[in-house]
């Protein structure tokens, strides 16, 4: 059974056109990711929650924005999509912040923008 | 800022050959250091992982790992693949900040078996 569910699997915006990326967990953990990865490169942290704390990446462009109405939801906004925000974007969980702390990833939305 | 290296893109080999990733980190800490993989059409899912201890560490599906400090090096290691292990494999360090704590990720080294 999917525990991290990413809602949808595939999303086309046009440039400019606000989005919103969906991310629902069942497993009641504390902490929230989102997580870009372009092709053929690492997946780039991009904001966490633990509980409510929201925590950007410093290098985060502004127009990435998240929420997090509740434990189980978390969403991932981007205001004026461009071009090279054509990405696959990843929601994680884990129970805590520590170091040894397993993810549990989503499947990912892929993000194209046209 | 940590980063991490996998040095090889594609690995192509058949089955029964035996499969080693490498994987460095810069960091100069204390780290955590784990192996994901992603087969086709699912989602990042963890292989194993290295916090403390013996060097040497197993992980699901005939998986090992092997932590050197004195070479920054994490590379993963398999004797013998077989088909169902094509996927992506994503290596990651963490370590622990005062703020938190979050993964870094390797490139990916895709891995094509062959039948």
């Known amino acids: 059974d999917a525990m991290v569910i990413q809602n949808p699997r595939y999303q086309v915006t046009q440039f400019g056109k606000p989005v919103t990326l969906s991310c629902s967990q069942t497993l009641n953990h504390n902490v929230m990711y989102w997580y870009q990865q372009k092709s053929s490169q690492a997946p780039k942290l991009l904001f966490h929650?633990?509980?409510?704390?929201?925590?950007n990446e410093a290098d985060t462009p502004d127009n990435f924005q998240s929420r997090r109405p509740n434990t189980s939801f978390c969403f991932l906004d981007i205001r004026s999509p461009g071009l090279g925000d054509a990405a696959m974007y990843l929601c994680?969980?884990?129970?805590?912040?520590?170091?040894?702390?397993?993810?549990?990833f989503g499947s990912g939305t892929q993000l194209s923008v046209l | 800022a940590q980063s991490v290296s996998q040095h090889n893109h594609h690995v192509i080999l058949s089955e029964a050959a035996s499969l080693e990733l490498g994987c460095n980190y810069s960091y100069g800490g204390t780290v955590n250091l784990f192996w994901y993989v992603q087969y086709p059409g699912q989602h990042l899912q963890l292989l194993l992982k290295?916090?403390?201890?013996?060097?040497l560490v197993k992980g699901i599906k005939g998986f090992e790992a092997e932590f050197i400090k004195s070479k920054f090096s994490f590379n993963l290691r398999k004797p013998s693949v077989q088909w169902s292990d094509t996927a992506e494999y994503f290596c990651a360090v963490s370590r622990i900040k005062a703020a938190g704590n979050k993964l870094t990720f390797g490139g990916g080294t895709r891995v094509l078996v062959k039948p």
């Open positions: 994680a969980t884990s129970r805590d912040l520590g170091g040894n702390e397993k993810l549990f």
């Open positions: 929650y633990y509980d409510k704390d929201f925590n």
């Open positions: 290295y916090f403390s201890g013996d060097p």
